[in-house]
T-cell receptor
């Protein structure tokens, strides 16, 4: 099976802009989770979607949002970008049975 | 609150030797899962091994084994016969609650492993 894919891999934006990141899970996986990784805060959970519904949410401001489509693909959106949003954004998918999360290569976002 | 602690920011090991990466966790849940991931410089998180809180035997996956000591709340990763390709960041992570109740993982700060030829 193909692994988790994320697009784009690299992104440069300026403060105040918004950005949309995309994640395609492993075929058959219905859960998609998003994480932010920064040198200062490490890996932090953003949210999880399962069958098009947000099932879990981390402690991030409302500028961070997401959605999941009927084919399990997921997008996350960050509005009004801040310098501190510069990070590696990782998406992971898991199956209903074994819940091991398999990660994609990440999207590296730089906010100038 | 749930927490994962990795006390070794960096470690060196000689090629072909074994190495243990430490991980302690804190949770009040009886049901939880523990994971180890490897992150090379490319950034992708690679799943290595999983241990469920009710599993009586230590998990093993090829050269990786997990030394699970429930009473001490530790879940150390043992890599046998280290290879140059093992050089990477290693993260310990925990999922609270039963499987299939959600995908929130809590991660430790990571240990950077360097394998010397």
């Amino acid at each position: 099976k193909a692994g988790v894919t994320q697009t784009p891999r690299y992104l440069i934006k300026t403060r105040g802009q918004q950005v949309t990141l995309s994640c395609s899970p492993i075929s058959g996986h219905r859960s998609v989770s998003w994480y932010q990784q920064t040198p200062g805060q490490g890996l932090q959970f953003l949210f999880e979607y399962f069958s098009e519904t947000q099932r879990n949410k981390g402690n991030f401001p409302g500028r961070f949002s997401g959605r999941q489509f009927s084919n399990s693909r997921s997008e996350m959106n960050v509005s009004t970008l801040e310098l501190g949003d510069s990070a590696l954004y990782l998406c992971a998918s898991s199956d209903q049975g074994p819940d091991t999360q398999y990660f994609g290569p990440g999207t590296r976002l730089t906010v100038l | 609150a749930q927490k994962i602690t990795q006390t070794q920011p960096g470690m060196f090991v000689q090629e072909k030797e074994a190495v243990t990466l430490d991980c302690t966790y804190d949770t009040s849940d009886q049901s939880y899962g523990l994971f180890w991931y490897k992150q090379p410089s490319s950034g992708e998180m690679i799943f290595l091994i999983y241990q469920g809180s009710y599993d009586e035997q230590n998990a093993t996956e090829g050269r990786y084994s997990l030394n699970f000591q429930k009473a001490r709340k530790s879940a150390n990763l043992v890599i046998s016969a280290s290879q140059l390709g093992d050089s990477a960041m290693y993260f310990c992570a925990m999922r609270e609650g039963r499987p299939n109740q959600g995908g929130k993982l809590i991660f430790g700060q990571g240990t950077e492993l360097s394998v010397k030829p």
